[in-house]
C-alpha cells in the first residue's frame, strides 16, 4: 500500500535504452494504469517496480524507504501475468496456497486463507479443478487470489485482459475496483489498451518509446493530451488525424483540410505551413440525425460509408472522404448503414485539435474561435 | 465451375438445419454440444453464430460444412438432404483462423491451384486470378512466396482462394482473429464488400460480438448448445428475447433487477424487499402482466438509464470516463447497476443521484424462464 516513487530509472537491454529517465510516483491505495503501445517499455518498468529486474540507474522508494537492491518477496510485491502463469500440475487450492506453503505456514491457517480469498473472488467452486478446466476469468482469479493470499501490497497485472473475452473483462474490471477499495492494495495495470484508461480513469501515465510522455486522469491527457500520440490514444476510439495547409485567402487565414476549408478568426501561434487537425469520432455526428446537438462554427463533410462497425452498445462508420484513412463516426447506438451510402457529417470546429507538423499539441478549435 | 452438382450448387443456396443435435462421446460421458437447432440461413445472407467459448457455435458450423456429421438431424441446401455428404461434395468455402496455404507456392499458385483443379483454361485462370487479386489488394504480392507473407495478407489469399471456387456457401470460423487491428477494419469491410457483390450466403463464427453484429444479416446467439435467439443485430440490442441476450449482446450488458409487482389502487409497482417502488404503469398490458407474474426481472440497458431529478435513488460506486461518455456503476437499494450517460464531471464516487429509465426501452423477464414476457 506505500507511495511507489521512481527516481530517473533507467533500463538498457541489448543495447538500448528500454526506460529512459522515468520519474514517476504512484500514490498510495491506487488503481494506477501504465498505459502505451506495445514495447514501449511498461513492462520493464512494472518488472522494476517488481523487483524482478534492477534498473541499470535510478532509485525505487516505497513510502521513502530505498527498495531498489531488495527482491519482489521482501518489497511484498506480486506480480501477474498475462498468461497468469499457473502451475499447470496443480488444483486452483494447490496454486493460491503454494506461496503459503513456501512460508511454511500451518495446514489449518493455510485452508482457511485460501477458502477466504477464493470466497471474495467467486471461485470456491472451482477450487478443485486444473488450470486447463478453467475458463480465462478464472484463471485470472486464482492468479490475483495467489497475489492476494500472501498479503502483497502492491499488485503488478500485466495485459491483464488482453486474453479475455470482452464479458469477462466487464467482470475483472468491475472486481479490481472492488479488490483495490475493500483490500486497500496498490493495484498497477500495465496495459496497451486505451479501455483500461477509461475504465481506471483516475490515475493514467502513458509511455511511448521507453518514455514516460504524460501523467494524469483521463480527463488531463483526453482534453489537453501533450502530442498527437497522447490524443490518438487515449479515447474510445482512434481520434481523425487530418492534415491541412495553412493558407490565406481575403485576408483571412484558412486551413485546407482537403475536404474543406476551416477559417480562423483568431490567427493561432502558428510556424510553417503544415498543421495536423484532430477531431475525435465521438465529436463528429451524422447529419440525419436531427442536426448538430449546439450551434455554432459547424464544417460539414460528405462521404461515402466503408464499413459500419457495430461495436458493443454502439457504431462507428468509416466514411471514405477520399483522404488516405477514411474518417471515424462514432454513433452512440446499433446503426447500420450497407457499405456504398453517401453521408453527410458534421463537427464543431470548437472540438478540434490542432498539432504542429511535429505532432506537438497547440491546442484545442475552442481557442482559435476566441 | 458448379456445374458437377446442378440443383444445388449452379444456384443460390438456402440451407436448412432441421433439428441437429450433436453428442460427443468423452470417455464414459457425453457432451451435448448442440442442442435440438433448427435455422434456416436463407440465400445471399449473411449469418453469424454467436456466443461465450463452448456454446456449440464451431460444431455447427462444422455441421454445415461437412466436417462432422449430427447425431440426429437433417442438414438441407435447398431442399436436397446433403447430411451425408461430405465437405468437398457439398462445395463450401472455408476460411479459418489460420490461412491454409501451401507455403512453397506463389500466391499466383495457391490461388489458381482450385481452379486447376476444374480444368478451365490457363487464360481464364490468369484472368480470375488477376481479378480477385485486384480486388483484395494483394496484385503487387502474386509472385511472392505464401510463406513471405504477413498473417495479414496470407489470411487474404486465404480469401481470394475460396473466392475463385465459386463455392456454395462461405463458412468462417473466427477469420479475423490473427489479423492485426488495423487490417482487420479493411477485411471486414471486404468481407462484407464480397457477400454483397457475390451474393452467396456466408456464414461466420465469433466470440466476438462487434465482428458478428458489424458484419451479419442476422445473428444466431448461442448458448449452452441451444440457439437462444435469431434475429437482426437491431432486435438483438433492442429486443432480446431474454436475460442471456441482453447480456451478452451491448456492452457493458443490460442491467437485471429481479422485483416483485405490486398492484395498488389501478398502478402497477416495481418493488423490491429493500425497498425500490417504480411505477410502471405506463407499460402495455402491465395489468394483464401483473396478473399472471408476482415476480419479473426487470431489465434495461445502461444507456437507456439518465440521471434526474428524480426517479430511484442510487450512489455512485466508481466510474469509467468513454471519452464524451461515462459508465456509472451504481447501487440503488443492494443492487448494483450501471448508466451509460453523457461525462458530467461534477459527480464524484460516494455522490447520491436520482436515476430513471427509458420507458420505452425497459422489459420485463420471467424469473422462472428467463424469457421476456411479451
Known amino acids: 500500500m506505500p507511495t511507489i516513487k521512481l527516481i530517473n530509472i533507467c533500463k538498457r537491454s541489448n543495447g538500448s535504452l528500454i526506460l529512459k529517465n522515468i520519474n514517476l510516483e504512484i500514490p498510495n491505495k491506487s488503481l494506477y494504469v501504465v498505459l502505451g503501445p506495445p514495447r514501449s517499455g511498461k513492462s520493464a518498468l512494472g518488472r522494476i517496480i517488481a523487483g524482478l529486474d534492477t534498473p541499470d540507474a535510478g532509485r525505487i522508494l516505497f513510502d521513502d524507504k530505498d527498495v531498489t537492491d531488495l527482491g519482489p518477496v521482501e518489497r511484498n510485491v506480486s506480480m501477474v501475468f498475462q498468461d497468469f502463469a499457473l502451475y499447470p500440475h496443480l488444483t486452483a487450492f494447490d496454486n493460491i496456497a503454494s506461496p503459503l506453503r513456501k512460508l511454511k505456514l500451518p495446514k489449518e491457517e493455510i485452508r482457511k486463507r485460501v477458502l477466504e480469498v477464493a470466497e471474495y473472488l467467486k471461485i470456491s467452486q472451482r477450487l478443485t479443478h486444473y488450470p486447463s478446466e478453467l475458463s480465462g476469468g478464472e484463471k485470472q482469479r486464482v492468479a490475483i487470489a495467489r497475489a492476494l493470499v500472501k498479503g502483497a501490497q502492491i499488485i503488478i497485472l500485466d495485459e491483464p485482459f488482453l486474453r479475455l473475452d470482452l464479458k469477462v473483462r466487464e467482470d475483472m474490471r468491475a472486481e479490481l475496483h472492488r479488490l483495490q477499495k475493500d483490500v486497500g492494495v496498490n493495484v498497477i495495470l500495465l496495459s496497451s489498451d486505451p479501455m483500461d484508461a477509461m475504465a481506471f480513469p483516475e490515475n493514467i501515465a502513458f509511455m511511448q518509446g521507453g518514455e514516460l510522455v504524460q501523467v494524469g486522469n483521463l480527463i488531463e491527457l483526453y482534453e489537453n493530451p501533450k502530442n498527437i500520440s497522447v490524443a490518438r490514444y487515449v479515447g474510445m476510439i482512434e481520434m481523425n488525424v487530418i492534415q491541412a495547409k495553412i493558407a490565406r485567402k481575403n485576408d483571412k487565414r484558412i486551413l485546407d483540410t482537403g475536404i474543406g476549408e476551416i477559417t480562423l478568426p483568431i490567427t493561432p501561434q502558428l510556424s510553417g505551413s503544415e498543421i495536423l487537425v484532430g477531431i475525435r469520432p465521438e465529436h463528429i455526428h451524422i447529419g440525419e440525425e436531427g442536426g448538430h446537438p449546439y450551434a455554432g462554427n459547424i464544417f460539414t463533410f460528405e462521404g461515402r460509408v466503408k464499413i459500419s462497425e457495430v461495436i458493443g452498445s454502439e457504431t462507428i462508420i468509416h466514411l471514405d472522404v477520399g483522404l488516405a484513412e477514411p474518417i471515424r463516426i462514432l454513433i452512440p447506438t446499433i446503426y447500420k448503414k450497407n457499405p456504398g451510402e453517401v453521408l453527410r457529417a458534421t463537427f464543431n470546429i470548437k472540438d478540434v485539435y490542432l498539432f504542429n507538423a511535429n505532432g506537438q499539441f497547440i491546442c484545442r478549435g475552442g481557442s482559435i474561435l476566441g | ?374
Open chain 2, 1 to 374: 465451375m458448379g456445374n458437377l452438382y446442378a440443383g444445388v450448387v449452379a444456384f443460390l443456396v438456402r440451407i436448412f438445419l432441421d433439428k441437429i443435435t450433436k453428442i460427443f462421446k468423452k470417455g464414459k460421458t457425453s457432451i451435448v454440444a448442440v442442442k435440438d437447432v433448427t435455422l434456416e440461413i436463407p440465400e445471399k445472407t449473411f449469418v453469424g453464430l454467436l456466443g461465450p467459448s463452448g456454446c456449440g457455435k464451431t460444431t455447427t458450423l462444422r455441421i454445415i460444412a461437412g466436417l462432422e456429421k449430427p447425431s440426429s438431424g437433417r442438414v438441407y441446401f435447398n431442399d436436397v438432404d446433403v447430411t451425408d455428404w461430405d465437405a468437398s461434395k457439398r462445395n463450401v468455402a472455408m476460411v479459418f483462423q489460420f490461412p491454409a496455404l501451401y507455403p512453397t507456392l506463389s500466391v499466383y499458385d495457391n490461388i489458381a491451384t482450385p481452379l486447376r483443379a476444374s480444368k478451365i483454361s490457363e487464360q481464364e485462370i490468369r484472368k480470375q486470378v488477376l481479378e480477385v487479386s485486384e480486388f483484395l489488394g494483394i496484385k503487387d504480392y502474386l509472385s511472392e512466396k505464401a510463406s513471405k507473407l504477413d498473417i495479414n495478407l496470407r489470411q487474404k489469399v486465404a480469401i481470394a482462394k475460396v473466392m475463385v471456387r465459386d463455392p456454395t456457401v462461405f463458412i468462417l470460423d473466427e477469420p479475423l482473429t490473427v489479423v492485426e487491428p488495423k487490417a482487420r477494419i479493411e477485411l471486414r469491410a471486404k468481407l462484407k464488400e464480397i457477400q454483397l457483390k457475390l451474393g452467396k450466403s456466408m456464414i461466420y463464427v465469433s466470440h466476438d460480438q462487434s465482428e458478428v453484429m458489424t458484419l451479419s444479416d442476422k445473428i444466431a446467439v448461442m448458448n449452452n448448445g441451444e440457439v437462444l435467439q435469431y434475429d437482426t443485430p437491431e432486435n438483438l440490442y433492442n429486443k432480446p428475447r431474454n436475460t442471456f441476450v441482453g447480456w451478452f449482446i451491448g456492452s457493458p450488458g443490460m442491467n437485471f433487477i429481479d422485483c416483485e409487482l405490486i398492484e395498488e389502487s389501478g398502478k402497477v409497482y416495481l418493488t423490491t424487499v429493500e425497498g425500490l417502488r417504480y411505477d410502471i404503469s405506463f407499460l402495455p398490458n402491465i395489468h394483464d402482466i401483473a396478473s399472471s407474474y408476482r415476480k419479473v426481472i426487470f431489465g434495461i440497458r445502461p444507456e437507456h438509464i439518465a440521471l434526474s431529478s428524480r426517479g430511484v435513488k442510487a450512489k455512485c460506486l466508481h466510474m469509467e470516463r468513454l471519452g464524451n461518455m461515462m459508465i456509472l456503476h451504481m447501487e440503488a437499494y443492494g443492487r448494483k447497476i450501471r448508466a451509460k450517460i453523457p461525462q458530467i464531471s461534477q459527480i464524484r464516487v460516494g455522490n447520491e443521484v436520482y436515476i430513471d429509465f427509458n420507458k420505452e426501452k425497459i422489459i420485463l423477464f420471467d424469473p422462472k424462464t428467463g424469457k421476456a414476457i411479451i
